[in-house]
């Protein structure tokens, strides 16, 4: 069951990882697609998702999500979940920016888990009934890769914080 629904999600985490870590080399660019995908809008003096959510990551996880699900023989499930991982990852983002949590602030555990309970809402919604899919499994699979991949991260200089909660 473990290694199914690991396959089955591979477009989900698989998508949400590629896009941080392109960004974090297309960063340098100055581009248009760089540009944050709240383009700087606040309510009430709080910025809407900050600058870590770009128009970049949405269009690589959107992108690779759906090959991912293309290259597994379902493109609509694949796209559906790039989707879900943008909007998930912007959920969280924007309770961070209401919360007072720096842009690349610790939100734990919503940060190592916001794309896997948008997936799971979203498969859930949709009553598709996978035999190979179990939310659980995904949730603590989603939490102990992300933990993984940030540590990874931190300790190559890819990020500056690991599980560091500040506030603005």
Do not use: H
């Not at 983002?93 to 720096?102: A, C, E, G, T, V």
């Not at 190979?132 to 990020?159: E, H, R, T």
Request: hydrophobic share 55%; aromatic share 18%; with cysteine.
């Amino acid at each position: 069951m473990l290694l199914e629904t690991i396959y089955f999600t591979a477009p989900a985490w698989l998508s949400n990882t590629l896009a941080a870590f392109l960004c974090y080399f297309f960063r340098k660019k100055k581009i248009l697609l760089m540009k944050p995908m709240d383009f700087g809008f606040k309510i009430k003096g709080k910025r809407f998702f900050g600058d870590n959510k770009t128009i970049c990551g949405c269009l690589i996880t959107l992108i690779s999500a759906s090959l991912i699900g293309l290259i597994q023989n379902q493109l609509f499930l694949g796209f559906i979940m790039g989707l879900s991982v943008i909007v998930g990852t912007l959920l969280n983002s924007f309770l961070k920016r209401r919360l007072n949590i720096i842009d690349g602030g610790n939100f734990f555990p919503f940060d190592q888990v916001d794309y896997a309970l948008s997936i799971i809402t979203v498969i859930k919604s949709m009553e598709l009934k996978f035999v190979f899919f179990d939310p659980l499994i995904f949730l603590i699979f989603v939490f102990i890769y992300q933990l993984s991949i940030n540590l990874i991260a931190f300790k190559f200089g890819f990020i500056n914080r690991f599980l560091e909660w500040k506030r603005a």
